[in-house]
């Protein structure tokens, strides 16, 4: 895995109410793209705002508050291929596999792992990024 993190995602409960804070009242510089996902601009990485019971479904973890972490940390990659290698290499590092790697509804192709406190981390090819 390279020493990078493109994206911190975070899982909220009104998407709308948070786009307008981080957008209108932070002026963080927000990309163009569906409403049901905001994407922020910042230097380098990206802050990704998704409505917290869609984080749960989209990494098939339950949402009772025992399941969701409310950060996840996504490392985009160059293929799907990829995606796949890295997901294997967490978990023979002791990671446990959450999702494995699929076609998004996006457009993408991910999966998860969660590392041995339990953060999510969303390994992801996105052909829009």
Do not use: C
Not at 11 to 22: A, I, N, T
Not at 30 to 57: C, H, V
Not at 93 to 118: E, I, M, N, R, T
């Amino acid at each position: 895995m390279e020493a990078r993190i493109t994206i911190v995602g975070l899982g909220v409960e009104d998407l709308e109410r948070s786009v307008h804070f981080y957008e209108k009242g932070l002026g963080l510089p927000k990309r163009p793209g569906p409403d049901t996902i905001a994407f922020f601009e910042m230097q380098g990485t990206m802050l990704s705002l998704y409505p917290r019971d869609k984080l749960a479904e989209d990494a098939t973890i339950p949402l009772n508050g025992t399941g969701t972490p409310p950060v996840t940390l996504a490392h985009n990659v160059e293929s799907p291929e990829a995606v796949d290698k890295l997901l294997e290499e967490a978990v023979q590092a002791g990671a446990k596999l959450v999702k494995p790697g699929q076609k998004v509804f996006w457009g993408g192709y991910s999966g998860y792992f969660s590392d041995p406190d339990g953060f999510l981390w969303e390994v992801a090819w996105n052909p829009f990024l």
